[in-house]
């Protein structure tokens, strides 16, 4: 026994590599069977899959240009992350973008940019930006709301997020004066910290779920009546990264405390179904959201990505008829986020958000239907210009999700699928999330919606308008070729928008409806 402990106290640390690395490739070639490379080539193999797993980090810090990534390029994720910092989010020496790039979009400017009257709130507040379009005032519904802001945050649910990321956002919404949507998750009490909210189901109906795993009316009624900070709801019909896929969280998020609020088992992957069993055609949805909006007073909206129109065109003829329906429509682009999808999905159902919302949204115009419906839009649309296009063509508020996980640490891992997320924002490890203080994490939501406020009122000004539901197809260009080839917003997508009723944002400031906003 002795010799033996001496002989291998003699061998050098080389020695136990050689040794090691000698087991390793025993194990590659004759004891495993799932991956021919480290079989056909021992140790060398384990290379590919260590550079594989390294890649995209290597890529993203390294090799990638300013322009080249997606979702989100290094200049957009650089932006966010100054604004919500507070820090000098300008650039220097002029554009990167090549401005001629086919699909380009400009903004023509006033000859003289509008002016301030005197007492004009923005003097005040640099960023106060409401909607100029109350939810529910068309459909007189009881408890009507309007929007303090005009970004707002998105659909996502504790469970795909952090508790400490939810906390955050509710925090920070609640800051900035904007609303926090809950996600398919349920309300938690990380939703509750005094944010306006959004509630939103699909159809797992979390939070509202009766006995036999339907929806409850009376567990809605509930709700809100315990919770008043909840200002509107929104039922989920499908979202631009997987329409027809019902909702997916990963058994690996599902810790005690979700399990509770959704009520569902720990660990195992919930998987909510493609259709909802409240209702099955378009009558039977009108009649839904009427008597949801009837039980408890609040504007009721549906959340979608758009594809076929056929089913539209019912709903809008629908609701010409019996002046029944949604107060809001969202609409998500195809290009929106998800915590969990098949990427068949998400690369390739349901129509880019411009294409999408730009059908829809002529279609009930031109049913004159528009003027009823708050119109939120989803989509990578987080950037000031980006939202002035949506204004101009018809939307009234701008949902952000995954620029809302960035301003609060959120590094484009892209790993929301796997509860690994190194930025403990898409997580439910308790050690990862561990890194958020979720005071300071919600000082840089609020900094980054009043930053991108008072850009997009900036840029309103520049076009000669007080606030961007002034902004009109005519004022936004699209690159096809050269000047006398590009086209305005109105002709690419043969619309007008109708102009939305504002008399000035001390209007919108001393409305009754005007949502949680710090003075
Ligand atoms: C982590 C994560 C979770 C999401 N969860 C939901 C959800 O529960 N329900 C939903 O309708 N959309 C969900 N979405 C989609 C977003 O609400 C949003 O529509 C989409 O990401 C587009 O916005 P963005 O481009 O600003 O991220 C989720 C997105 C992300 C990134």
Redesign the pocket.
């Known amino acids: 026994m002795s010799t033996i402990l001496d002989l291998v106290s003699h061998i050098s640390w080389w020695g136990w590599l050689l040794i090691g690395l000698a087991l390793v490739a025993i194990r590659d070639v004759f004891f495993q069977k799932q991956h021919t490379i480290s079989h056909n080539y021992p140790i060398f193999g384990h290379l590919r899959y260590l550079f594989e797993s390294i890649g995209p980090e290597m890529r993203q810090y390294f090799v990638a240009n300013n322009r080249e990534e997606l979702p989100f390029n290094r200049i957009e994720r650089g932006w966010i992350y100054a604004s919500a910092k507070k820090e000098n989010n300008y650039e220097g020496f002029g554009t990167d973008r090549d401005i001629y790039q086919h699909q380009h979009i400009f903004i023509n400017n006033a000859m003289m940019p509008f002016k301030l009257p005197e007492n004009h709130p923005n003097h005040e507040d640099k960023s106060f930006l409401p909607c100029a379009k109350v939810m529910g005032e068309f459909h007189k519904r009881r408890r009507p709301f309007r929007p303090a802001s005009v970004i707002n945050v998105?659909?996502?649910?504790f469970g795909?997020?952090s508790a400490k990321a939810i906390e955050s956002l509710n925090k920070g919404v609640k800051i900035a004066g904007a609303y926090h949507?809950t996600?398919?998750?349920g309300l938690s009490p990380h939703h509750s910290h005094g944010g306006d909210v959004i509630f939103?189901f699909?159809t797992g109906y979390f939070g509202v779920r009766s006995e036999e795993g339907g929806f409850s009316m009376d567990k809605m009624i509930k709700l809100v009546e315990n919770n008043p900070f909840i200002r509107a709801i929104e039922v989920?019909l499908s979202?631009?990264?997987k329409p027809g896929k019902g909702?997916v969280l990963p058994g690996a998020k599902i810790t005690k405390e979700i399990s509770e609020i959704r009520g569902v088992p720990i660990g195992v992957d919930v998987l909510s179904p493609p259709n909802h069993k409240a209702f099955s055609n378009i009558p039977e949805m009108v009649d839904f959201i009427e008597k949801i909006a009837e039980a408890t007073g609040l504007p009721v909206g549906i959340?979608a990505a758009i594809g076929k129109l056929e089913q539209w065109e019912e709903l809008a003829d629908f609701m010409v008829a019996t002046g029944k329906g949604p107060d809001f429509i969202t609409v998500?682009?195809g290009?929106?986020?998800?915590?969990a999808a098949p990427p068949s999905f998400a690369d390739h159902v349901s129509l880019p958000w411009v294409y999408g919302f730009s059908d829809l949204y002529k279609m009930f115009k031109n049913k004159g239907l528009s003027e009823r419906i708050v119109f939120i839009g989803?989509?990578?649309?987080?950037f000031p210009a980006k939202a002035a296009m949506a204004f101009a063509m018809g939307a009234d508020c701008i949902?952000?999700?995954?620029?809302a996980?960035m301003s609060i640490g959120c590094i484009q891992a892209q790993v929301?699928h796997t509860n690994r997320c190194p930025s403990g924002v898409?997580t439910q490890s308790k050690w990862l999330q561990s890194g958020i203080d979720p005071t300071l994490k919600s000082e840089r939501l609020a900094q980054y919606f009043k930053t991108f406020r008072k850009e997009l009122i900036e840029i309103t000004h520049a076009a000669g308008y007080e606030h961007p539901c002034q902004f009109t197809m005519k004022d936004i260009e699209m690159n096809i070729d050269d000047h006398s080839l590009s086209n305005k917003l109105h002709s690419t997508f043969a619309y007008e928008k109708t102009s939305v009723p504002f008399l000035g944002m001390q209007n919108l400031k001393d409305c009754l409806y005007l949502g949680h906003h710090p003075k």
Do not use: I, Y
């Open positions: 998105s659909a996502m649910s795909s997020l949507n996600g398919e998750g939103h699909g989920k979202q631009g990264a909702g959340k998500d682009g290009e929106g986020g998800t915590g989803s989509g990578k649309l987080g949902n952000v999700a995954r620029e996980m929301c898409a």
